[in-house]
């Protein structure tokens, strides 16, 4: 089993639409959760960070925390064709180690 | 967010050569990390270290080696490329503190005939 788990997608949603990613991880003690967004032949870019249960909000993105069912979720509002990207779940484990999702593949249609 | 450099960008080289490539950070972030990232697939950690002069290996068999002497540089070298290297490979710094958030470079995306 892997440590973070996303579903690759591509999920296609189209322009203005909400945008739903999701990532479950496999270690309960892993205290400190991050979604990242890669474009094609880039390197990943931080969007959210999220420590604690409940829901963390910035600018368009949304992102929530369930510790006990061990989920992670990135909510992406109004979304637009630039947020086109793989996105990236990261747990960090053992205060040390990050795992990475394979990620999810978004197209926003415009 | 921090400053993270990475040269060269691109490299092609040829089977057996010794290449090192260049990771350099300008926050005085202690822990710094390698990945190795095929197109379309995940990261996987290579090495990582706590400061200077701690270096681990990480989850991925590599054929690759690091060191730590000044806290802003971390390079890696493989003693001899092979096409099974060919990858992009990622260099990562965190901030420690109140978040523990990780900032990528740009990559170096090597390819070895």
């Known amino acids: 089993q892997k440590e973070v788990e996303q579903n690759s997608g591509p999920l296609s949603v189209p322009e203005g639409a909400i945008a739903s990613l999701n990532c479950t991880y496999s270690d309960r003690v892993s205290q400190s959760f991050f979604w990242y967004r890669q474009y094609s032949g880039k390197s990943p870019e931080l969007i959210m960070s999220i420590y604690s249960n409940g829901d963390k909000e910035d600018g368009r993105f949304t992102a929530q925390l369930n510790k006990a069912s061990q989920y992670v979720s990135l909510l992406i509002r109004d979304s637009q064709p630039s947020d086109s990207a793989t996105y990236l779940c990261?747990?960090?484990?053992?205060?040390?180690?990050?795992?990475f999702g394979s990620g999810t593949k978004l197209n926003v249609k415009p | 967010e921090a400053d993270i450099y990475q040269t060269p960008r691109y490299l092609v080289i040829g089977t057996g050569k010794k290449i090192t490539l260049e990771c350099s950070q300008t926050?005085?972030?202690?822990?710094m990390y390698w990945y190795q990232q095929d197109p379309g697939m995940e990261l996987h950690l290579i090495h990582y270290s706590y400061g200077v002069n701690s270096t681990e290996k990480g989850d991925l068999s590599s054929e690759s080696t690091v060191s730590r002497i000044r806290t802003e540089h971390f390079p890696l070298t493989l003693e001899s490329a092979r096409p099974s290297h060919t990858s992009q490979y990622l260099c990562a710094s965190r901030t420690e503190g109140r978040s523990d958030e990780q900032y990528f470079g740009p990559g170096t995306r090597l390819t070895v005939t």
């Open positions: 990261a747990v960090l484990y053992n205060f040390n180690k990050f795992y």
């Open positions: 926050m005085g972030h202690d822990k």
